[in-house]
């Protein structure tokens, strides 16, 4: 397995790959890396001959008060697990490299970040599209995977891969959960052992929504309120937001679910900020 710093040994690395004919797959990520990230790592290697993963912490998807600085950089673990898995290159850059002196051009995403995620994180979404673009140029992959984990990312990546014409296959993972149900997150090791059983609330309430949906339930205001009362009978859990949503506007529902909808929320469970969601397909 290589590790590769430059965004010019990278761009040459995949021209040779592609000189030869070999289908290159991508896995994005922040680094820290958990089962959830691995499971993505091995889809990218059943639909590819050759895999890179990125490590890079993004500075511009992280908001002004948010947690850049104290991000986890766990470097010498993530390649040993890249390592472990297979993968072919970590393509791990500078913010140097990434974002060159003066660099003053930057992807916008206009409808689906609004709501959800983008409402309480302004600039996060454009921020997640302008790296992803940068890192497919550089390494220039025919199909990347994201996880479902983060349901409007990948809708937002999606639509740039569309509105850009990036000649891009994206495959979506599947959440990778703890036993308990809590989606795996590089934020849960900031949760309290007194907290950490609370956190499986998000999952609890997305649980209660689907029972209540397939027994035939249609309103969305009905299924966010049984999905607040689980959340808020935690102690150290505060509502973000949480929110039933038309999964491909990612617009709130005027009345009753009649195409498929996302429910998805984010809930403070004392220091980390954590997220979940589910489709509710009628
Ligand atoms: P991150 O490093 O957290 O930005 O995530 C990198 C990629 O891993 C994104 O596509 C995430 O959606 C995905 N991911 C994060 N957590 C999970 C999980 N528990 N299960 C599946 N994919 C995940």
Not at 86 to 104: C, I, K, Q, R, T
Not at 177 to 182: F, N, P, Q
Request: aromatic share 6%; hydrophobic share 45%.
């Amino acid at each position: 397995m290589e590790i590769v710093e430059s965004v010019r040994a990278m761009q040459a690395a995949a021209r040779k790959w592609r000189a030869q004919g070999r289908r290159i797959g991508f896995v994005p990520t922040m680094g820290n890396l958990h089962e959830g990230h691995l499971a993505l790592v091995r889809l990218a290697k059943q639909r590819a001959d050759v895999v890179v993963t990125s490590i890079f912490v993004n500075p511009t998807q992280f908001g002004p008060n948010e947690d850049f600085a104290a991000y986890p950089r766990t470097f010498e673990a993530d390649r040993a697990l890249c390592e472990r898995e297979g993968v072919d290159v970590v393509f791990h850059p500078s913010v140097a490299e990434m974002y060159p002196a003066g660099a003053s051009v930057a992807v916008t995403e206009n409808a689906l970040s609004r709501t959800l995620c983008g409402a309480a994180r302004p600039g996060h979404f454009d921020g997640v599209c302008t790296i992803v673009a940068k890192l497919f140029n550089v390494v220039q992959p025919h199909v990347a995977v994201f996880g479902e984990k983060d349901a409007q990312q990948l809708r937002v990546i999606r639509r740039m891969v569309r509105d850009l014409r990036f000649p891009v296959e994206i495959v979506a993972g599947p959440t990778v959960r703890e036993a308990d149900g809590l989606a795996l997150s590089s934020r849960n090791q900031y949760l309290t052992p007194a907290q950490r059983p609370q956190a499986v609330c998000l999952r609890r309430a997305l649980d209660e929504a689907e029972r209540l949906f397939a027994a035939g339930e249609r309103d969305p205001k009905n299924l966010v309120r049984a999905m607040r009362a689980i959340v808020t009978a935690q102690p150290d859990a505060r509502i973000d937001y949480m929110e039933i949503v038309d999964d491909e506007t990612l617009q709130p529902l005027g009345g009753p679910i009649g195409r498929p909808a996302l429910a998805a929320l984010a809930v403070w469970v004392g220091k980390p900020r954590l997220i979940d969601n589910t489709v509710l397909v009628p």
